[in-house]
């Protein structure tokens, strides 16, 4: 059973590009939350897409950005990226997004906006 | 409000001790999902551990056991005789079951480990 796929791995970005990433849950999963991880902020939840809709939503201005497609994998996308944007950046997989399901974590993109 | 609190920043031991990394959370919701994840350098957070609110049991799972308690609202984690490959960063993790925190997890900021030989 394959596990959850983000890509790429690392990103260089310069300050007021935009940057796309993108993660592949596990097959039959169709649930996937977005988190960002920074030294300052530690582990906070972006968004969590269901079913192509976005369900849930954390607390990130309106540059972070996502979308879920027909086969369940999501992208996010980030506009007029800004330093501290610079973070790893973790997708999780769920069957329907509860605890009951519990949640796997993709290995990260680390973001790097210079 | 709902939260989780890791207290310990960094804990460094000498192999073969054991290690108790704790963890409290807080929550309005009745019933509700704590976790534990181990982060090493690679960045992937690795599942350890799932429990529901209505199981108090603890586990012992090989060298790790956890200890979840309601009335304290805690849920530590313990290493027995840890190991050099025990060092990471360790989450504890909240879900709740509201509605309106469906796909979302709240984490503790994280507990360093240094396992030294």
């Known amino acids: 059973k394959a596990g959850v796929t983000q890509t790429p791995r690392y990103l260089i970005k310069t300050r007021g590009q935009q940057v796309t990433l993108s993660c592949s849950p596990i097959s039959g999963h169709r649930s996937v939350s977005w988190y960002q991880q920074t030294p300052g902020q530690g582990l906070q939840f972006l968004f969590e897409y269901f079913s192509e809709t976005q369900r849930n939503k954390g607390n990130f201005p309106g540059r972070f950005s996502g979308r879920q497609f027909s086969n369940s994998r999501s992208e996010m996308n980030v506009s007029t990226l800004e330093l501290g944007d610079s973070a790893l950046y973790l997708c999780?997989?769920?069957?329907?997004?509860?605890?009951?399901?519990?949640?796997?974590f993709g290995s990260g993109t680390r973001l790097t906006v210079v | 409000a709902q939260k989780v609190t890791q207290a310990q920043t960094e804990i460094s031991v000498v192999e073969k001790e054991d290690v108790t990394l704790d963890c409290v959370y807080e929550?309005?919701?009745?019933?509700?999902?704590l976790f534990w994840y181990k982060q090493p350098p690679s960045g992937e957070l690795v599942f350890l551990i799932r429990?529901?609110?209505?199981?108090?049991q603890n586990e012992i799972s090989g060298r790790y056991s956890w200890n979840f308690q309601k009335s304290t609202s805690s849920f530590n984690f313990t290493i027995t005789a840890s190991q050099v490959v025990d060092s990471a960063v360790y989450f504890c993790a909240l879900s709740e079951t509201f509605s309106s925190n469906t796909g979302k997890l709240i984490f503790g900021q994280g507990t360093t480990l240094q396992v030294k030989p």
């Open positions: 999780a997989s769920s069957l329907v997004g509860t605890g009951q399901n519990g949640y796997t």
């Open positions: 429990r529901n609110s209505f199981d108090e």
């Open positions: 929550t309005r919701d009745t019933t509700y999902y």
